[in-house]
């Protein structure tokens, strides 16, 4: 599946050029002329990456990259800006407001080309981190559960069987014992869910001796 690449310039012709150039490399190319039909194509298509005129009318590339930056769904999309601006200074105010590279028009198609496989290169590994990120994060909630909680659960329902066994005997006046066994653990439980759910910061311990694998520390108050 082609990149998305998003080309937001009040120039028709950077525009046309742009388009042509990308599409002929097999990135799907969407179009707009400021940064509030920009920033409106973004959320709607979600684009891998950004190239942005920084003077625009309605809305300038600064103030578009500031708000593709803050919002929480486009925030790590690759922002490139355009500027006839070259100085110290004024990359820095481009740098403040969230840009992650530049380039100084006129520019060379064959340098931003370069520049844009970098961002990409750059997007999928932030993808490729987010991803694995989020697997590690599942799998220790997992042994976190199985450690936690199926050890309680074990004895809930060994206490079940044992009880079963015991109705229509004598042995039927035992089932305080049993029955307050069975509370104590259905407590565990409870106990280690509402933990879960009232996480503020998350902590760690090893799931086991001399093992990488790491489970939440469920230890501390709720």
Not at 125 to 151: D, F, P, R
Request: with cysteine.
């Amino acid at each position: 599946m082609p990149a998305t690449i998003l080309v937001v310039d009040d120039d028709i012709y950077i525009r046309s050029f742009l388009q042509k150039r990308l599409t002929a490399l097999n990135y799907e190319v969407l179009l707009a002329e400021n940064g509030a039909e920009g920033l409106a194509a973004a959320r709607e298509r979600r684009p891998h990456l950004i190239v942005s005129d920084w003077m625009m009318p309605v809305m300038d590339g600064k103030e578009f990259c500031q708000r593709v930056k803050n919002d929480e769904e486009l925030r790590y999309t690759y922002f490139i800006l355009l500027t006839a601006r070259d100085t110290a200074e004024d990359k820095i105010e481009g740098m403040e407001y969230g840009a992650d590279d530049f380039m100084t028009k006129p520019f060379n198609d064959k340098e931003l080309v370069a520049r844009i496989k970098v961002g990409l290169r750059i997007t999928a590994l932030q993808q490729e981190l987010s991803k694995y990120q989020h697997e590690k994060a599942v799998t220790e909630l997992a042994v976190t559960i199985g450690h936690e909680i199926n050890n309680p659960l074990g004895i809930i329902m060994l206490t079940l069987q044992v009880m079963k066994k015991k109705i229509g005997t004598e042995r039927e006046a035992e089932f305080a014992a049993d029955i307050e066994s069975l509370m104590a653990n259905g407590n565990r439980v409870a106990d280690i869910v509402k933990r879960l759910c009232s996480l503020d910061e998350l902590q760690f311990k090893p799931y086991l001796k001399n093992s990488d694998l790491q489970m939440l520390d469920l230890t501390g108050k709720p």
